[in-house]
T-cell receptor, first 114, second 111 residues
Framework: DAGVIQSPRHEVTEMGQEVTLRCKPI?????LFWYRQTMMRGLELLIY????????DSGMPEDRFSAKMPNASFSTLKIQPSEPRDSAVYFC????????????FGQGTRLTVV | QQQVKQSPQSLIVQKGGISIINCAYE??????FPWYQQFPGKGPALLIA?????SEKKEGRFTISFNKSAKQFSLHIMDSQPGDSATYFC??????????FGAGTTVTVRA
């Protein structure tokens, strides 16, 4: 198995632009998570899907952030409009278990908003 | 606020030495305690995990010690190797839901 696949690996964008991050979970995993990692705040859970349905989005920082999971093999995290403080590494993770124990992480997308 | 407090922030150990990382939690409903290892430029990877019905779990050179009454758990890396140099995160969740991560410990193993 190729593991959790994220794209792009790096993204540099100008403030105000729309950014879309993509994730392909491990086949057969029915839980998917988006995390954000920064030096100041560490690893933060943004949103959790189970069977393609958003279960908990309490970590989404504000309305500029949105996430979708149209099918079991694809999810997107969109930031519109982007701001410099959104600069971080964004990880997607998937788990065969409900809730996220034994979660497998992708390699992350390093986002820089200038 | 951080639900899991991790220390130290960083540590340096000589090759062959023991690395010890400690974590403490407040929520007694937590029932799953994993440790993740992260190398630069990579995502965190599950290393070892424990549930509160046991006090210790060992996998190779990695051991988790768990003290339920003190609400603390720790990771011991025995015979530390340069390849163990990474950032280690403790985490906790309840009812297999929503991991809360510690702030991370950067371990450097000197040859």
């Amino acid at each position: 198995d190729a593991g959790v696949i994220q794209s792009p690996r790096h993204e540099v964008t100008e403030m105000g632009q729309e950014v879309t991050l993509r994730c392909k979970p491990i086949s057969g995993h029915n839980s998917l998570f988006w995390y954000r990692q920064t030096m100041m705040r560490g690893l933060e859970l943004l949103i959790y899907f189970n069977n393609n349905v958003p279960i908990d989005d309490s970590g989404m920082p504000e309305d500029r952030f949105s996430a979708k999971m149209p099918n079991a093999s694809f999810s997107t995290l969109k930031i519109q409009p982007s701001e410099p403080r959104d600069s971080a590494v964004y990880f997607c993770a998937s788990s065969v278990r409900v809730g996220g124990t034994e979660a497998f992480f992708g390699q992350g997308t390093r986002l820089t908003v200038v | 606020q951080q639900q899991v407090k991790q220390s130290p922030q960083s540590l340096i150990v000589q090759k062959g030495g023991i690395s010890i990382i400690n974590c403490a939690y407040e929520n007694t409903a937590f029932d799953y305690f994993p440790w993740y290892q992260q190398f630069p430029g990579k995502g965190p990877a599950l290393l070892i995990a424990i549930r509160p019905d046991v006090s210790e779990k060992k996998e190779g050179r990695f051991t988790i010690s768990f003290n339920k009454s003190a609400k603390q758990f720790s990771l011991h890396i025995m015979d530390s190797q340069p390849g163990d140099s990474a950032t280690y995160f403790c985490a906790a969740s309840m009812s297999d839901y929503k991991l809360s991560f510690g702030a991370g410990t950067t371990v450097t193993v000197r040859a």
